[in-house]
């Protein structure tokens, strides 16, 4: 059987393609997943992805992933910075976490440089835009395998 990889998508991420493209780029969230699907499908890997706009939707997610997934990749986009929540049903689910993030969060605003989501996660991938994506499969394929 397949490992299983969820990977969930955090607020405002549902606009990729036409919010502030000069950051995030011109991918939609559509495009991403689809790549998502072939790089776990070359992987070997199951995919299951999510986006969500509610914290407490992302943490139901999460708490799930106990009995449903191997791993986890997350872009908790704002939440990064502010959710203590999310932090600590990542710690709960006792998964490897990659977290990831389109932009490079440390040449942006000074309070996006502190992620609440890194201090639980096995390794952070920032600024290769939807690659990153793709980087972060292949860690969780690294690391489940």
Known sequence: MA????ILNGPN???????EKSIYGADTLAD???LCRAACEKAG?????????????LVDWIQSARRTADAIIINPAAYSHTSVAIHD???AAEKPVVEV???????????RHHSYVSAVAVGVICGFGPKGYTLAIEAAADILN
Do not use: P, Y
């Not at 490992?3 to 969820?6: A, F, N, Q, S, W």
């Not at 991420?13 to 919010?19: A, K």
């Not at 890997?45 to 939707?57: K, P, Y």
């Open 3 to 6: 490992k299983r990889v969820l």
């Open 13 to 19: 991420l549902n606009l990729l393609g036409t919010r």
């Open 32 to 34: 991403i997943e689809a």
């Open 45 to 57: 890997l199951a995919c299951d992805f999510r986006q969500s706009n509610h914290e407490g939707e």
């Open 89 to 91: 049903a990542l710690r």
């Open 101 to 111: 993030h389109l932009s490079n969060i440390h040449q942006r605003e000074a309070f």
